[in-house]
């Protein structure tokens, strides 16, 4: 099966814009999660997606929305981008409610 | 909220040689999960083990180990016969068994000795 894809791998935005990140899960996963990743405060979650259903948000700012469709695919949107906004943001998908994760290879979001 | 430590920020391990990174976690609930990724320079997350908590066994993947102590609430990884390719960035995390958000632990950096 393929992997985790994310897209795209690498971005540059400025300040005041608005971003929005792709992730396509393993076939047959139903579970999207999204982490940020960043050398200051590590690894933190952001929100999980499970049949088109937010299941769980983590403790981030309304600029941070995210969706997924039917197909199980998921979009992270940031608005108004911060500085602090740049980051590693990790996908991760897993077959059922509460499962082991497997995730993509990010992509690298920077802002100026 | 669960939290999860790991208090070696870097470790070292000549090739060959066994090392073993620690993790503890806090947490209330009785039934969860506990994993161990690795992460290498290229970023990409890579599952190494899986523990559930209600098993007593503690799992095995290949040279990858793990000692799992419950009521310690404690959650080390033993790696036997390093190799060059292990080195990488090892996270600890933690997920409750009602949903996939994951805790993680701020990682300790494998270093292999040739």
């Known amino acids: 099966k393929a992997g985790v894809t994310q897209t795209p791998r690498y971005l540059i935005k400025t300040r005041g814009q608005q971003v929005t990140l792709s992730c396509s899960p393993i076939?047959?996963?139903?579970?999207v999660s999204w982490y940020q990743q960043t050398p200051g405060q590590g690894l933190q979650f952001l929100f999980e997606?499970?049949?088109?259903?937010?299941?769980n948000k983590g403790n981030f700012p309304g600029r941070f929305s995210g969706r997924q469709f039917s197909n199980s695919r998921s979009e992270m949107n940031v608005s108004t981008l911060e500085l602090g906004d740049s980051a590693l943001y990790l996908c991760?998908?897993?077959?059922?409610?509460?499962?082991?994760?497997?995730f993509g290879p990010g992509t690298r979001l920077t802002v100026l | 909220a669960q939290t999860v430590t790991q208090s070696q920020p870097e470790m070292s391990v000549q090739e060959a040689e066994t090392v073993t990174l620690s993790c503890t976690y806090d947490?209330?609930?009785?039934?969860?999960?506990l994993f161990w990724y690795k992460q290498p320079p290229s970023r990409q997350m890579i599952l190494v083990i899986r523990?559930?908590?209600?098993?007593?066994q503690n799992a095995t993947e290949n040279r990858f180990s793990v000692n799992f102590q419950k009521a310690a609430k404690s959650f080390s990884l033993k790696i036997s016969d390093s190799q060059l390719g292990d080195a990488a960035m090892y996270f600890c995390?933690?997920?409750?068994?009602?949903?996939?958000?994951?805790?993680f632990g701020t990682g300790t950096s494998l270093t292999v000795i040739p």
């Open positions: 991760a998908s897993g077959p059922g409610k509460a499962d082991t994760q497997y």
């Open positions: 076939s047959g996963h139903r579970s």
């Open positions: 997606y499970f049949s088109e259903t937010q299941r």
């Open positions: 947490t209330s609930e009785s039934d969860y999960y």
């Open positions: 523990q559930e908590a209600y098993k007593q």
């Open positions: 995390a933690y997920s409750s068994n009602t949903g996939n958000q994951f805790y």
